[in-house]
């Protein structure tokens, strides 16, 4: 069966270091995988996509990498600030499918 | 410029009543998912829906669910006969067509069933 599995529940870094998150799957072919930010109480905000056939994109301190032959996603901010705490949430969509597949996602604490 | 708006944020219900949610997607946006979020678990895709149209329901328990996403007005989860376990976050994402494959998360709607 498809599984997603992202690599730690919760990860506390010092502020200013870089984060790194890691997203792994199972069983499955992704068209795009997509990282969202999700805070207590709210609904999930989108970050970034990235393409089957992407390797690397960015988006301000963001960056994510997309390797289909290891299966893996890492997803990095760089210079963290306390205000990036949050829990990180990595979905994947198939091409023909638009419903996203979520991981249990990964709880960033930023430590001032 | 609205996001996906969800109402009501918070319901309660008791046993065996009727639960329903109202979505209006983002301006522009003709697609509407649905999603469901049990507590300690992630979030789980529930229900796909276009104008009109039910395109993916493979995610929705096959009794006292249903959705619809009317011509006019906002998309409606709706939840018969609740019970217990129904008890969850429920959120609604939409996206335009031209770029279906980004959604935009509503800030959900919290169910609770006493």
């Known amino acids: 069966s498809q599984k997603i599995e992202q690599n730690s529940e919760a990860l506390n870094i010092q502020e200013g270091k870089t984060a790194t998150l890691t997203c792994n799957y199972t069983n499955y072919s992704p068209a795009y995988l997509q990282w969202y930010r999700q805070d207590p109480g709210r609904g999930p905000v989108f970050l970034l996509l990235?393409?089957?056939?992407?390797k690397e994109k960015r988006k301000e301190r963001l960056k994510v990498t997309f390797d289909t032959t290891l299966k893996q996603s890492l997803f990095h901010i760089t210079a963290s600030q306390p205000a990036d705490s949050a829990t990180y949430l990595c979905a994947l969509q198939a091409g023909s499918a638009r419903q996203l597949t979520f991981g249990s996602g990964t709880q960033l604490t930023v430590l001032p | 410029n609205a996001g996906v708006m969800q109402n009501p944020r918070h319901l309660v219900r008791r046993r065996g009543q009727e639960a329903r949610l109202r979505c209006s997607p983002m301006k522009g946006h003709s697609h509407v998912y649905w999603y469901r979020q049990l507590p300690e678990e992630g979030l789980k895709f529930m229900v796909y829906l276009q104008k009109e149209n039910i395109i993916d329901e493979s995610g929705m328990p096959k009794e006292r669910f249903s959705a619809e996403f009317p011509k006019e007005g906002p998309s409606i989860l709706r939840i018969q006969q609740v019970v217990r376990g129904d008890s969850a976050a429920y959120f609604c994402?939409?996206?335009?067509?031209?770029?279906?494959?980004?959604?935009?998360f509503g800030p959900g709607t919290r169910l609770t069933v006493t």
């Open positions: 994402a939409s996206s335009s067509r031209d770029r279906d494959y980004e959604q935009y």
């Open positions: 990235i393409r089957e056939n992407e």
